[in-house]
């Protein structure tokens, strides 16, 4: 079936550090792509999204490239602030739900 | 525009008893979907309801029931409470739920079963 498959956490990085998160996807079809956040206590945000092979999302200075032809959509963002410490969730969307990976929690250090 | 709100935010109750989560959607989404997160199995789809029908179910056991109003809020229910049905229950609605939509979340409700 479907899934997702997340780089496991928790990751921790100084402050202005560069982020990747990996994630790779399984899906029978032509799946959209998204990013969410989760901070403390909070439901989930939408970070960024992409709906077919080669678009990039981008939002608040992340960014992430759907590739199909390595079924992937990794997380980046050039420099992290401590602001940015929060659980990050990459998801796909067919048959009319989301599927989730299972979380990275990422942790910036001042 | 206003977001998802969901309550109660927070709920204790006990082995047994049963509960009843109110989400509200954003002003003009029909679809709403719930969603259950917990350390153990992340985040697990329940089920989708558009225009008052459920469309799309998770696998979850029948104690596990919703539905959508004519103004398209949703409640869930969750009858036979066990503890591990203690969980952040996530609301979630779009437009229509159309493939390339952004779902969007409510802030959650934490139930806690004693």
């Known amino acids: 079936g479907d899934s997702v498959t997340q780089m496991e956490g928790p990751v921790t990085l100084s402050e202005e550090a560069f982020l990747t998160i990996n994630c790779t996807y399984t899906a029978t079809g032509y799946p959209s792509l998204f990013w969410y956040v989760q901070y403390p206590g909070e439901g989930l945000q939408l970070l960024l999204k992409a709906t077919k092979a080669d678009d990039k999302g981008s939002n608040k200075g992340f960014e992430a490239t759907y590739r199909k032809e390595t079924t992937s959509f990794h997380l980046e963002k050039g420099s992290v602030q401590v602001s940015d410490s929060a659980v990050y969730f990459c998801?796909?969307?067919?048959?009319?739900?989301?599927?989730f990976g299972q979380g990275t929690e990422l942790s910036v250090k001042p | 525009k206003a977001g998802v709100t969901q309550t109660p935010r927070y709920l204790i109750k006990t082995r047994g008893q049963q509960v009843t989560l109110s989400c509200s959607p954003i002003?003009?989404?029909?679809?709403v979907s719930w969603y259950q997160q917990t350390p153990g199995q992340g985040l697990q789809f329940l089920f989708e309801?558009?225009?008052?029908?459920?469309?799309n179910k998770g696998n979850f056991p029948g104690r596990f029931s919703g539905r959508q109003f004519s103004n398209s809020r949703s409640e869930m229910n969750v009858s036979t409470l066990e503890l591990g049905d203690s969980a952040l229950y996530l609301c979630?609605?779009?437009?229509?739920?159309?493939?390339?939509?952004?779902?969007?979340f409510g802030p959650g409700t934490r139930l806690l079963v004693l």
């Open positions: 309801y558009f225009s008052e029908t459920q469309r």
């Open positions: 998801a796909l969307w067919f048959g009319g739900k989301l599927i």
């Open positions: 002003s003009g989404h029909r679809s």
């Open positions: 979630a609605s779009s437009l229509a739920g159309g493939l390339r939509e952004t779902q969007y």
